[in-house]
């Protein structure tokens, strides 16, 4: 087999043949009925792309043409968004630098604030440093391809986030998948591969975003220790959601700091604002401030936006509460779902996958809870396998008990209608 390809259970593609498809015909292929926003759009059931004109109080939102609604969506899984000590850290930066950085980071975009933020995600990660990409998706590209590249190999599991897929797709190297948190395969990909003369990096996803389930952690650096293989973690949903104080999934497994190679974050789920990190070794963070493509060649985050970021890990670290709510509020929500018979992926984290089967059970039940006043919307196949729609529903810190028993409530009424029509 060339170096040049990847293999996806089992069958080969070329990398060049699989860019060559557009996304659209990778969809039409998969779906051979049609698009799941058509169909949606046909039988009265879209739901997506509405505007939210106002964040209210809680955890309640202001939806044009669709009144006050209960946000049960989103990834603000600490709900710190219009935090008050965030708002004014932002409005302050925007006083003291304006709202634009005017470039990347080495010609001139960097402002003190840029330094600070990454200085506050290194201490947050416990890592020696931490290199500031505009966001997650450019994060991940550019630390994949500045790690590995033609003649190495890149090991990912199946349900790693699109960003991961197409770095590794950039990148050259060539591309073994997993079956997802499956350590048998895992392992025997490693034994296959080992005596490789190149680098072996093994990538996962902390938090899976669609089915709310988590890496194997311990399992997954064991095998990376034994087989020599380097571990990169993307962190995107994990941070602010797991451990005690919200550090990730390091923390959520009581493992050391060190036990990651390369941690991948995002500032843009439970950090209210945007951009993406790679925290790891102060060395390759510096390699990627001079080498990294999204760095380099990518304008970077608005001052306000850093400063909100700077505050928001503070938020996180000075008051405890957020992730003790959201810990909470989990486990209440859990628990009332089992209680109330509704099928659901089981996980320890704040993602609800609320599984309907198909595409248009599962769209009727979105538009039915969006009719009752909750947010939350469905994930049709093909983005997840068929017969596995779901509703993918989020609890938030700012969610009240009674918040809660609202979205049970509006989720028995919107079952129930759905099962009156047949
Ligand atoms: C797991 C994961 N990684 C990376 C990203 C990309 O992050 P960003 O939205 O900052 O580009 C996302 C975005 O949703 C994600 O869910």
């Excluded at 994990?238 to 500032?267: C, N, Y």
Aim: some cysteine; overall charge negative; hydrophobic content about 40%.
């Amino acid at each position: 087999m060339s170096d040049y390809c990847i293999e996806i259970d089992g069958d080969t593609l070329t990398q060049v043949e699989t860019a060559r498809k557009s996304i659209m015909e990778r969809y039409c292929e998969t779906l051979k009925a049609g698009l799941p926003m058509d169909e949606m759009r046909n039988s009265g059931t879209y739901f997506y792309l509405e505007s939210i004109e106002e964040y209210l109080g809680g955890a309640w939102v202001k939806v044009t043409g669709h009144g006050e609604m209960l946000m049960f969506g989103g990834y603000s899984y600490l709900g710190l968004n219009r935090h008050p000590k965030i708002n004014e850290a932002a409005v302050e930066a925007i006083a003291r630098y304006g709202t634009g950085a005017h470039g990347a980071r080495l010609l001139a975009g960097t402002t003190e604030i840029h330094r600070e933020l990454e200085s506050s995600i290194a201490r947050f990660k416990k890592t020696e440093s931490a290199a500031l990409f505009s966001s997650g998706f450019l994060a991940n590209l550019s630390a994949i391809t500045f790690l590995v590249g033609r003649g190495d190999i890149v090991i990912c599991d199946k349900l790693d986030h699109a960003s991961i897929l197409d770095g590794c797709m950039m990148s050259g190297a060539r591309m073994i998948r997993f079956r997802h948190n499956d350590m048998d395969h895992l392992e025997s990909c490693l034994r296959e591969t080992a005596g490789h003369k190149g680098r072996r990096l093994v990538i996962v996803d902390g938090v899976y975003s669609m089915d709310g389930d988590i890496a194997d952690l311990p399992a997954i650096s064991g095998l990376c220790k034994k087989h020599g293989a380097l571990l990169m973690v993307d962190e995107a949903h994990s941070v602010g959601m797991l451990g005690a104080t919200g550090r990730g999934i390091e923390e959520h497994f009581g493992l050391p700091p060190d036990t990651i190679d390369v941690k991948m974050g995002t500032v843009s789920k439970s950090i209210p604002s945007l951009g993406g990190y790679i925290a790891s070794s102060a060395r390759l963070c510096d390699l990627l401030r001079h080498t990294g493509r999204g760095f380099i060649y990518s304008a970077t985050v608005p001052p306000a936006s850093a400063a909100a970021a700077v505050a928001g890990i503070k938020v996180i670290e000075e008051e405890p509460w957020h992730v003790q709510n959201l810990h909470r509020n989990m486990a209440y929500f859990a628990n009332r779902l089992r209680q109330e018979g509704f099928n659901f992926l089981e996980s320890p984290t704040a993602i609800f996958p609320i599984v309907f089967g198909d595409n248009l059970r599962t769209s009727t039940m979105s538009k039915g809870c969006q009719s009752r006043g909750l947010y939350v919307q469905a994930i049709p196949h093909p983005v997840v396998p068929e017969g596995t729609a779901r509703l993918r529903a989020a609890v938030n810190a700012n969610h009240t008990l009674e918040d809660l028993d609202f979205a049970i409530k509006t989720l028995q009424d919107s079952r129930a209608a759905m099962e009156s029509l047949g």
